[in-house]
Protein backbone atom coordinates (compact mmCIF):
# COMPACT_ATOMS: atom_id res chain seq x y z
CA UNK A 1 0.00 0.00 0.00
CA UNK A 2 0.72 3.75 -0.84
CA UNK A 3 1.89 5.88 1.90
CA UNK A 4 0.51 9.15 2.38
CA UNK A 5 1.44 12.28 3.61
CA UNK A 6 -1.16 15.03 3.88
CA UNK A 7 -0.55 18.36 5.01
CA UNK A 8 -1.56 22.13 4.61
CA UNK A 9 -4.15 22.43 7.55
CA UNK A 10 -4.78 25.07 9.62
CA UNK A 11 -6.50 28.28 11.27
CA UNK A 12 -8.18 30.39 8.67
CA UNK A 13 -10.98 33.21 9.29
CA UNK A 14 -14.70 32.35 7.70
CA UNK A 15 -14.56 33.30 4.19
CA UNK A 16 -10.57 32.53 3.98
CA UNK A 17 -8.98 30.24 1.31
CA UNK A 18 -6.43 26.96 2.37
CA UNK A 19 -4.60 24.08 -0.17
CA UNK A 20 -4.05 20.93 0.86
CA UNK A 21 -1.50 18.83 -0.16
CA UNK A 22 -0.79 14.77 0.03
CA UNK A 23 1.76 13.00 -1.25
CA UNK A 24 3.48 9.51 -1.87
CA UNK A 25 5.69 8.92 0.48
CA UNK A 26 8.82 6.63 -0.96
CA UNK A 27 6.14 5.49 -3.96
CA UNK A 28 3.65 7.58 -6.45
CA UNK A 29 0.34 7.93 -6.48
CA UNK A 30 0.18 6.54 -10.07
CA UNK A 31 -2.33 4.37 -10.95
CA UNK A 32 -4.31 5.37 -7.85
CA UNK A 33 -8.18 7.00 -7.63
CA UNK A 34 -7.68 9.66 -4.46
CA UNK A 35 -9.92 11.54 -2.39
CA UNK A 36 -10.43 14.08 0.54
CA UNK A 37 -12.06 12.44 3.63
CA UNK A 38 -13.00 14.94 6.63
CA UNK A 39 -13.82 14.19 10.11
CA UNK A 40 -15.28 16.30 13.18
CA UNK A 41 -15.13 16.08 16.68
CA UNK A 42 -18.17 13.26 17.72
CA UNK A 43 -18.65 12.83 13.87
CA UNK A 44 -18.51 10.11 11.24
CA UNK A 45 -15.87 10.25 8.49
CA UNK A 46 -17.36 12.46 5.98
CA UNK A 47 -17.06 12.40 1.59
CA UNK A 48 -15.28 15.67 0.59
CA UNK A 49 -14.13 14.44 -2.79
CA UNK A 50 -11.90 12.43 -5.11
CA UNK A 51 -10.60 12.15 -8.28
CA UNK A 52 -9.84 9.44 -10.84
CA UNK A 53 -6.68 7.76 -11.55
CA UNK A 54 -6.49 9.71 -14.90
CA UNK A 55 -7.94 13.38 -13.39
CA UNK A 56 -10.60 13.16 -16.03
CA UNK A 57 -13.38 12.70 -13.09
CA UNK A 58 -14.20 14.21 -10.17
CA UNK A 59 -16.71 14.20 -7.51
CA UNK A 60 -17.61 16.08 -4.55
CA UNK A 61 -19.69 16.47 -1.39
CA UNK A 62 -22.96 17.78 -1.32
CA UNK A 63 -21.80 20.32 0.77
CA UNK A 64 -19.10 21.66 -1.16
CA UNK A 65 -21.23 23.56 -3.64
CA UNK A 66 -18.67 24.75 -5.80
CA UNK A 67 -16.18 26.10 -2.85
CA UNK A 68 -13.82 23.04 -3.53
CA UNK A 69 -11.73 21.39 -5.93
CA UNK A 70 -9.36 18.31 -6.12
CA UNK A 71 -6.78 18.25 -8.38
CA UNK A 72 -3.77 16.06 -9.28
CA UNK A 73 -0.24 17.32 -10.73
CA UNK A 74 1.37 13.62 -11.53
CA UNK A 75 4.79 15.42 -12.61
CA UNK A 76 5.17 16.47 -8.64
CA UNK A 77 3.06 13.05 -7.37
CA UNK A 78 0.75 15.52 -5.49
CA UNK A 79 -2.91 15.64 -4.88
CA UNK A 80 -4.29 18.88 -3.85
CA UNK A 81 -7.40 20.00 -2.30
CA UNK A 82 -8.05 23.83 -3.10
CA UNK A 83 -10.40 24.74 -0.28
CA UNK A 84 -12.29 28.56 -0.76
CA UNK A 85 -15.15 30.42 1.02
CA UNK A 86 -14.43 28.46 4.32
CA UNK A 87 -17.12 28.27 6.75
CA UNK A 88 -16.90 27.03 10.49
CA UNK A 89 -18.99 23.94 9.76
CA UNK A 90 -15.85 22.98 7.42
CA UNK A 91 -13.28 22.42 10.87
CA UNK A 92 -12.11 19.15 11.05
CA UNK A 93 -9.47 16.78 10.25
CA UNK A 94 -8.85 16.23 6.87
CA UNK A 95 -7.67 12.86 5.11
CA UNK A 96 -6.37 11.71 1.71
CA UNK A 97 -7.00 8.56 0.47
CA UNK A 98 -5.60 6.17 -2.27
CA UNK A 99 -7.38 3.47 -3.74
CA UNK A 100 -7.97 1.21 -6.74
CA UNK A 101 -10.65 3.33 -8.44
CA UNK A 102 -13.27 2.40 -10.48
CA UNK A 103 -13.95 2.29 -14.49
CA UNK A 104 -15.88 5.71 -15.53
CA UNK A 105 -16.32 6.76 -12.03
CA UNK A 106 -15.22 7.15 -8.66
CA UNK A 107 -15.82 6.00 -5.47
CA UNK A 108 -17.49 7.97 -2.22
CA UNK A 109 -17.27 5.68 0.67
CA UNK A 110 -14.37 5.11 2.73
CA UNK A 111 -14.21 1.56 1.42
CA UNK A 112 -13.11 2.16 -1.58
CA UNK A 113 -9.92 3.57 -0.39
CA UNK A 114 -7.46 1.49 1.22
CA UNK A 115 -4.43 3.85 2.39
CA UNK A 116 -4.75 7.17 4.35
CA UNK A 117 -2.69 10.20 5.16
CA UNK A 118 -2.51 11.09 9.03
CA UNK A 119 -4.62 13.61 8.74
CA UNK A 120 -4.22 17.23 8.92
CA UNK A 121 -6.01 19.97 11.00
CA UNK A 122 -8.51 22.80 9.33
CA UNK A 123 -10.34 24.77 11.89
CA UNK A 124 -12.43 27.95 10.69
CA UNK A 125 -13.14 30.76 12.90
CA UNK A 126 -16.45 32.70 12.44
Known amino acids: QVQLVDTGGGLVQAGGSLRLSCVAS????????MAWFRQAPGKEREFVCA????????RYGDFVKGRFTISRDGAKNTVYLQMNSLKPEDTAVYFC???????????????????WGPGTQVTVSS
Open 97 to 115: AAGPGRIGAVGGRTNDYMS
Open 26 to 33: GGTLTGYA
Open 51 to 58: IARSGGIT
